[in-house]
């Protein structure tokens, strides 16, 4: 797979270091990317590297590029900021514009996700975007000088060891932070939007995830990256970033068929209150779509998948178990129940009739769903008996319980 020395100026005419990975010789480039690396990191770091060329086998140009000051770019680290790094994604949309196409899709990861939802807007030629770990708003990083401050107010500048190495702050970096300290602005992205995060991301909360869902207007999505770090150092979880981020971006870059290794096609046309589930390999993975957010549905590879998506067992638990707590939270708030946080916990299982105390049926095999609710608040034992009786009323529950019928019939 081509990947191809990329350098292009700064406005303020210094030369910027980056990596153009194309798609190999035999597919053609269906869309052009830009990804920014993460604060202090690189073009070369792990998440920026694997999955720019990840994305590239599957037919989407990656351009990975240095910030100014860092890596093999020119230019004093000191001196730049966040609002520099805007500034250089948009001189490198505009170089690769010139020499290639301009990009359709802009990925962030960590900081990088906030310049890219900064950059966005400025840019008519993208049409989704995609933030990794990232915060809502750049001023998140501030907490990382903290313990600088005073020195930095008289010195005016620091020396700081972040992560593995020293670099220089100055008193103008936290200055320029204090511009991005609202998550306003992604009211106005105006571009579809999907948003990657861990629970257990140690770095950047998952917090700052819902609170850019929040201030995103749709279509927006969101993909949990369960057991990951913040800096994807697994190459699982970057190639998992890869595969569910090109089944996402293919309805807005017009790459719905995945075939030999890309996709290409037309974005499937779905209608309100209607969903489309499409054939992606040929085997278990297929694609989700309603008409405003798309998914992935697949098999764990014990069973022939490549367990790229939850399986259709998972999904009938995820849709059980988001309308259990949405239930509960509406009914919560509507008598002013102290109820803090909601979490839902189910399984399926086939068990023998005989072995079902809740079954009327005692012959063959019966499917159980069991459901935990845990109830965090100053609740008294009768609300929270209460609330146990309202999540057997929300929706799902009562369409599983209902029989319901399914019409099945060939669609020309």
């Not at 514009?97 to 962030?108: F, R, T, W």
């Not at 779509?289 to 790229?308: C, I, K």
Request: one cysteine or more; a negative charge.
């Amino acid at each position: 797979m081509p990947s191809i020395k990329f350098e292009f100026p700064n406005g303020a005419g210094e030369m910027l270091a980056g990596r153009l990975e194309l798609p190999p010789d035999s597919v053609p480039v269906a869309a052009y990317a830009i990804f920014a690396h993460c604060f202090t990191c690189g073009k070369d770091s792990a998440a920026a590297s694997r999955i720019s060329r990840a994305l590239a086998e599957r037919g989407i140009g990656v351009l990975r590029f240095d910030f100014t000051g860092l890596g093999n770019s020119d230019g004093d680290f000191a001196n730049s900021n966040f609002s520099s790094n805007v500034q250089d994604l948009l001189a490198a949309a505009g170089q690769l514009e010139a020499v290639y196409a301009a990009p359709s899709l802009l990925v962030g990861h960590s900081l990088g996700g906030a310049a890219v939802l900064i950059a966005a807007p400025q840019l008519a030629s993208v049409t989704a975007v995609v933030t990794i770990a990232a915060p809502a708003t750049a001023d998140h990083v501030r907490h990382m000088f903290s313990s600088a401050g005073d020195r930095l107010q008289t010195q005016g500048q620091v020396e700081l060891r972040i992560g593995t190495r020293e670099f220089t702050i100055k008193q103008q970096l936290l200055d320029d932070l204090e511009n991005y300290a609202s998550a306003g602005p992604i009211r106005h992205l105006g571009k579809p939007l999907l948003i990657f995060h861990s629970p257990l991301d140690e770095v950047v909360s998952i917090n700052e995830a819902a609170a850019i869902y929040r201030a995103a207007s749709q279509p927006k999505s969101f993909i949990s990256l369960d057991r990951a770090d913040h800096l994807l150092s697994k190459k699982a979880d970057t190639e998992y970033v890869a595969d569910t981020l090109a089944a996402w971006a293919s309805r807005y870059l017009e790459l719905v068929e995945y075939q030999g290794g890309r996709w290409q096609g037309d974005a499937p046309g779905v209608a309100a209150n209607e969903i489309l589930v499409t054939e992606v390999d040929k085997k278990f993975l297929s694609g989700l779509h309603s008409d405003r957010h798309q998914l992935l549905a697949d098999e764990p590879v014990r069973y022939g998948g490549t367990d790229l998506g939850p399986s259709p067992y998972d999904l009938l638990l995820m849709a059980l178990g988001a309308c259990t707590s949405m239930t509960l939270r509406m009914y919560a708030t509507k008598k002013q129940l102290p109820l803090e946080s909601i979490e839902v916990r189910l399984r399926h299982e086939r068990i023998h009739a005989e072995d079902c105390a809740e079954c009327d049926d005692r012959e063959g095999r019966v499917e159980r769903i069991t459901r935990s609710i845990y109830l965090d608040g100053e609740l008294s034992p009768e609300q929270k008996q209460r609330l146990l009786e309202i999540a057997d009323r929300c929706p799902i529950h009562r369409t599983l319980g209902g029989q319901p019928v399914i019409v099945t019939r060939a669609d020309d």
